[in-house]
T-cell receptor, first 112, second 113 residues
């Protein structure tokens, strides 16, 4: 079956520390993958999307970067976290044969 | 370019009353349209989608939405609200070409007992 995983579920990090969030999908190949952020009480902001290995498109300039080292793995990173990086991070994908985005369970990041 | 506008960031209804969440889209061609629901600290869950078949689309949990091209709308309705419907609802549009999705700012639904 086609599924999406995200970890960790929650994360508390100090300002200036690095970040690595991982998203993996199963049951498909060459999926389109997306990273979104939700700030508290706000809508979804598309951060990055990828149509294949090593292919990353950035939607907004920011303190974050993304990589896709393997076909079904999408990683969100930062070298030095800012307070404004706090939020709920969602990975999404379009499963093979479908036309809707499906979302992972999300990671709640708090930067102190 | 595609976009969606959700009218009303907060909607309150009584339990058993009609739920109506509004979404208008902007697109130069008939788009794909979606409604998602998000419960606290969870990812978004697909409620229903319109992809050019029937204009009245039925989804999960008793929700439905009607695509009205003349009004560029895709409003979400449910005849009778249940306490478990309290959540954040997002309308989204996807162009016929390309794989980018554009989300509205969300509507928070409160159900009053």
């Amino acid at each position: 079956s086609q599924t999406i995983h995200q970890w960790p579920a929650t994360l508390v990090q100090p300002v200036g520390s690095p970040l690595s969030l991982e998203c993996t999908v199963e049951g498909t190949s060459n999926p389109n993958l997306y990273w979104y952020r939700q700030a508290a009480g706000r809508g979804l902001q598309l951060l990055f999307y990828s149509v294949g290995i090593g292919q990353i498109s950035s939607e907004v300039p920011q303190n974050l970067s993304a990589s896709r080292p393997q076909d079904r793995q999408f990683i969100l990173s930062s070298k030095k976290l800012l307070l404004s990086d706090s939020g709920f991070y969602l990975c999404a994908w379009i499963p093979l044969g479908l036309d809707a985005q499906f979302f992972g369970p999300g990671t709640r990041l708090t930067v102190l | 370019a595609q976009s969606v506008t959700q009218l009303g960031s907060h909607v309150s209804v009584s339990e058993g009353a009609l739920v109506l969440l509004r979404c208008n889209y902007s697109s130069s061609v008939p788009p794909y349209l979606f409604w998602y629901v998000q419960y606290p600290n969870q990812g978004l869950q697909l409620l229903l989608k319109y992809t050019s078949a029937a204009t009245l689309v039925k989804g999960i949990n008793g929700f439905e939405a009607e695509f009205k091209k003349s009004e560029t709308s895709f409003h979400l309705t449910k005849p009778s609200a249940h306490m478990s419907d309290a959540a954040e609802y997002f309308c989204a549009v996807r162009g016929r070409i390309g794989n980018q999705f554009y989300f509205g700012t969300g509507t928070s639904l409160t159900v009053i007992p």
